[in-house]
Structures are given as structure tokens and as C-alpha cells.
């Protein structure tokens, strides 16, 4: 399965931005998905994650109440709604899948390119 992440941007303090990890594979029905963000000269860091048919949702602290993450299954397609970003969330935007329904820890195996979202103030 290849994981493609789009949607980036630049926008201001405030405004919003809706990320979109597409899979070319079936297998990607059955997968949790995570996103992750990695700032410059910081370490990868977990944002968000959603189990393989929608229902569980875990999020990082620094984006609870701002970001909300869901499933679609009959596009492959995880997606990441953005809202009242702040400059801090600056970062390049990850998606990966692991195929096996891992959860509460799972084990990533598909990782996609990274998306760039910078917010300006």
C-alpha cells in the first residue's frame, strides 16, 4: 500500500487547513492510520491516530479540541481537519498505516511523503 499526504499550505494564525492521506490499496480498509508532524530541528512527533473503521480517535495533547481526524473507507482516504492553527503547528505533515489493526499501540509499516503546513502570524 502507498500512502499519499496532500492538502498543505500556508494560512494564518486562526485559519484552517483539511489534510487528505490517500491509499492505492484495499488493505488500506483494515488499517489504523496515524498522522505525525515533524517541525525543523525537532524530533517526529504523534498528532493524531484512528482506528481501521473510524470509531477510535486519539490525538496529541497540543492539538485536542483543534484537530479532528476521521476514516473514509470506501475512498482509502484518512483525513485531518485543522482548525485554529497556530504558528507551533508548523511542521511537515506524515500519514502511515499499520495493516494489521493495531491499537492502542500501533506498529506503523506504510508511511507516506509528508505534506508541508506552515502558519504564518
Known amino acids: 500500500v502507498q500512502l499519499q499526504a496532500s492538502g498543505g499550505g500556508v494560512v494564518q494564525v486562526g485559519g484552517s487547513l483539511r489534510l487528505s492521506c490517500a491509499a492505492s490499496?484495499?488493505?488500506?480498509?483494515?488499517?489504523?492510520v496515524g498522522w505525525f508532524r515533524q517541525a525543523p530541528g525537532k524530533e517526529r512527533e504523534f498528532v493524531a491516530r484512528?482506528?481501521?473503521?473510524?470509531?477510535?480517535?486519539n490525538y496529541a495533547d497540543a492539538v485536542k479540541g483543534r484537530f479532528i481526524i476521521s476514516k473514509d473507507n470506501s475512498k482509502y482516504t484518512v483525513f485531518l481537519q485543522m482548525d485554529s492553527l497556530r504558528p507551533g503547528d508548523t511542521a511537515i505533515y506524515y500519514c502511515?498505516?499499520?495493516?494489521?489493526?493495531?491499537?492502542?499501540?500501533?506498529?506503523?509499516?506504510?508511511w507516506g511523503q509528508g505534506t508541508q503546513v506552515t502558519v504564518s502570524s
Open positions: 502511515a498505516a499499520d495493516p494489521n489493526r493495531g491499537w492502542p499501540a500501533p506498529n506503523y509499516k506504510q
Open positions: 490499496g484495499r488493505t488500506f480498509m483494515f488499517s489504523t
Open positions: 484512528v482506528s481501521w473503521n473510524g470509531v477510535l480517535r
